[in-house]
């Protein structure tokens, strides 16, 4: 029954007989000002929008444009269709980005360059909810140890998406992900208060990544602006054995929260006296060109990481 009404119109009017070339003559006429104008920029004679014109308001019943020798101009309701007429326009060019992006998103790769945690602890499940909407798009993770790996790689054109804890250059565009809080880890059967002191972490060898790391960089900038330089026994570069020397009673450390998991049920964290968090940022090269897949694994980044905004998980 709707379809029907839909066919006929009202009052008769023949409504499917209505044809998206008119309504693109109406618009521009009436940005125009004149029938000349308007067949110079649509590509056709001046009487062939004459006639598209004609037949619209025959089509309608109504008169939209009233035509003197100074052009034409709309009429009242030539004005309220006129915006009707956009509108349906704007509608089928939506329609047309629609059908490309879905044609975009059915297949293609997506490089991610990133640090070790955040590819370890945060991409594999942004990564399985991907695959879940978009089966047909291949994902590549590139790892590094700094920032300056993810940062080449992407100004070199190997990635299409970067994370990394560094402020980056005008080169990119970038925007805060999440953040990642440092905390002390002691071994299991050290006698540690829950609110620590700089002096409980005094009492143990310090195990540090080395001076150059960026990690190590950050937490020894910490240090040094609350007044309470410490002194590491042992630089170790990797985090899993740093961890692991912990467990094992040789030291304490000072680390992020994703680069010390998974964590031994029986190390002890703490937070530290003053707090120091990371922040992970999404960068991308602001010249380059992006396909679909880019923007919508991104869309699925900022849908799963949303917890990042919560407030830290408590000591344990």
Sequence with gaps: MAGAILASG?????????????????VAVAES?????????LGVSQSAVSHAIATLEEELGVVLMARGRHGATLTPVGERV?????????LLETIGKEANLAKGLQSGQVRIASFRSAATHVLPGVIAEFHKRYPGIAITIMEYRGDDGVEQSLKEGRSDIGLSCTPTSIEFESWELMRDEYVALFPP????????????LRRYPLIMPPPTDYCSILIRGHLTSVNQPLQATYEIMEDSTIVSMVMQGLGATIIARLAAEPLPSEVQVRRLPVPLERIIRVALLASALHPPA???????????????????????
């Design 10 to 26: 009202m009052n008769g009017m023949s409504l499917e007989n209505i044809k998206l070339s008119q309504l693109r003559t109406l």
């Design 33 to 41: 000002g004149n029938f000349s104008e308007a067949a110079l920029e």
């Design 82 to 90: 006129l915006g009707y007429a956009r509108d349906m326009l704007r």
């Design 189 to 200: 059967d050290a006698p540690i208060p829950e609110v620590i002191t700089w002096d409980d």
């Design 294 to 316: 880019v923007y919508a694994f991104l869309d699925t980044l900022r849908s799963m990481t949303e917890f990042s905004h919560q407030e830290p998980a408590p000591a344990r």
